[in-house]
Each structure stands twice: as structure tokens, then as C-alpha cells.
């Protein structure tokens, strides 16, 4: 049986992907070294926030940025992961989720201008983005950000992390992206902003992953966020629906991903949530926290 020689829980976080990532172990195997484990998987985010960076210049996302639209940009594994994982996901939804909408935000001011790269073609989408077998290429000039998916991956690839060391049980939180390990039940409180009480609901989960993405202006500045950060892939513009979604799913890059594709696209998305094993809730002003169903 797992075994836990502390008086509580070890919980540590350190700020990475523009959040606080938080790292909670609850019990473990005999023999396992926690505090190993624990930091371990944080240099697994770190690497991840490092090779993922819109704004860093050496980061894979700035290097395909500045070359991809001449040659094949070699990227890192993980990299390639979160790519191809995100065309799959694009081209399951035709493009409501498209990560090279980089242009659009940076022209709206919410991201930098990428140093040394050349004008994004505005009418570039993700079916100009290309994985081959020694890279990425991207077949017209393009800016991708792969934050709204690079966030779960990390958390799915720390969660993996632990359970290599040994733990059993405990959950990685990315700031809205949270994968638990082990067999729970894990109480997880989806929340949608301050306010009355039905602002908070509480789901129990096994393991698997948690996403919550908020397109409600209050919720995004009190955290920092700009008031415009979830847009419509196929339409190339800013949602304006102001509502709350939470995704339940196996994996931490899907649950992310799918949040911003319900927000989106409410209960169109139901079936793209059944082929990913995936269940939503919504958060809206006046019902409240309910499941996403056809009716909705």
C-alpha cells in the first residue's frame, strides 16, 4: 500500500506559463523520494514554459515563428507534441480553435510583436501549419501561440512525472489546469468569479483533468488578463458571450484545448467533447453552473 510519513499533504508552487503552478502530493510509494519528485516535476514545467514562450526569443514557438515559413524548423519533442495535438484538435472543429491567431493578438495588443519575424499573412490559419518528419513548416508567414493548450500538457507531463518517482496520489494545478493522480475521488470546485453563491459548484472526479476558461471581463481583470482573450477560430474575432466553461476529460492539453472551443461554440461542440471522452459545464449569469446539453 502507498505509504505518507508526513503530517499532511506536500504542496509546493512556483510561478510558471504566466500563472502559479501548484504541485500537491498526498501519498506515495514506500521508497520514494518526494521532494525529489516534486522538483523534478518542475523542471519538467519549466522546460515546457521555456520551449513554448511566445516572448522568449529562443523559444521553438519564436523560432518557427521566424523561419518556419522558409524551411522545416527542427522543435523539440513536446513541442511537437502540443503542435500535433492542436491540428488534430483544429481540424476536428474546423479551426474554432486555431493557434496561429498570434497575429490577430498581437495587432489587438494582447501579445508582443515576435522580434525578427516577418508580417503574419493574415489570412493564414492552421491549415498552413505542416508537421513533417524533421519539423514544422508553415506554408504561408504565420505567428502561432500555443497557450491556450501548452498549459495542460505541462500539467499532464508533471502529473506524469510524479507517478514515474512513485506517487500515488496528489494534482498538478496550472492555473486553471488541473490533472489529478490517482483514484480519488478528487473534490475539484469549479468557480466562475466572485459573486452569489452559485458562482462555486463541486464535481468529484477520478484520475484525469480539469480546465476551466473564463470569457467573463471581471473574472479576467481581476486576474490580470485582458478583457479580450478567447476568440472565435473560424471567424478570426473576439467572443463576446460573457460565461464561464469547465472542461472533465482524460488528459490535461485536452481539457484546456476544449474549453476554448465550447466557449465558442456551446453545445455545437457536444460531439467533438464525446469523440475526446470529454463532458463541459457552464457558467452564465442567470443559471448558474449546468452541464453542456443540446439545449443549451
Known amino acids: 500500500m502507498p505509504s505518507s ?96 491567431l498570434a497575429g490577430r493578438w498581437v495587432a489587438a495588443g494582447l501579445l508582443p510583436p515576435p522580434a525578427g519575424s516577418p508580417p503574419a499573412d493574415p489570412t493564414a490559419s492552421y491549415r498552413d501549419v505542416q508537421v513533417e518528419d524533421d519539423g514544422v513548416r508553415f506554408l504561408k508567414p504565420l505567428w502561432i501561440d500555443l497557450g491556450g493548450i501548452a498549459k495542460g500538457f505541462a500539467a499532464d507531463s508533471a502529473a506524469r512525472v510524479l507517478r514515474l518517482h512513485g506517487v500515488w496520489e496528489g494534482r498538478v494545478d496550472a492555473g486553471g489546469d488541473l490533472v489529478t493522480i490517482g483514484p480519488g475521488p478528487h473534490r475539484i470546485v469549479l468557480r466562475a468569479g466572485a459573486g452569489s453563491p452559485d458562482t462555486a459548484a463541486v464535481v468529484e472526479i477520478g484520475e484525469g483533468a480539469v480546465a476551466t476558461s473564463s470569457h467573463r471581463g471581471d473574472v479576467r481583470r481581476r486576474n490580470g488578463l485582458a478583457a479580450i482573450a478567447h476568440w472565435h477560430g473560424q471567424q478570426r474575432m473576439p467572443l463576446s458571450s460573457s460565461c464561464s466553461v469547465s472542461v472533465l476529460a482524460t488528459e490535461g492539453l485536452h481539457a484546456d484545448a476544449l474549453t476554448k472551443v465550447v466557449l465558442a461554440s456551446g453545445s455545437a461542440a457536444l460531439p467533438l467533447l464525446a469523440h475526446y471522452g470529454a463532458v463541459a459545464y457552464r457558467h452564465d449569469e442567470l443559471g448558474g453552473w449546468h452541464p453542456l446539453q443540446a439545449s443549451a
Request: proline share 5%; charged share 20%.
Open 5 to 100: 510519513f508526513a503530517p499532511g499533504p506536500l504542496e509546493r508552487a512556483q510561478p510558471w506559463l504566466g500563472t502559479r503552478v501548484a504541485i500537491r502530493v498526498d501519498r506515495w510509494w514506500p521508497g520514494c523520494d518526494v521532494q525529489a519528485a516534486v522538483s523534478e516535476a518542475f523542471n519538467e514545467v519549466a522546460t515546457i514554459h521555456h520551449l513554448m514562450s511566445f516572448r522568449a526569443a529562443d523559444s521553438d514557438v519564436a523560432r518557427l515563428n521566424r523561419s518556419a515559413h522558409r524551411r522545416a524548423v527542427p522543435i523539440d519533442r513536446r513541442t511537437m507534441a502540443v503542435i500535433q495535438a492542436a491540428q488534430m484538435l483544429s481540424h476536428a472543429c474546423d479551426g474554432v480553435f486555431d493557434v496561429t
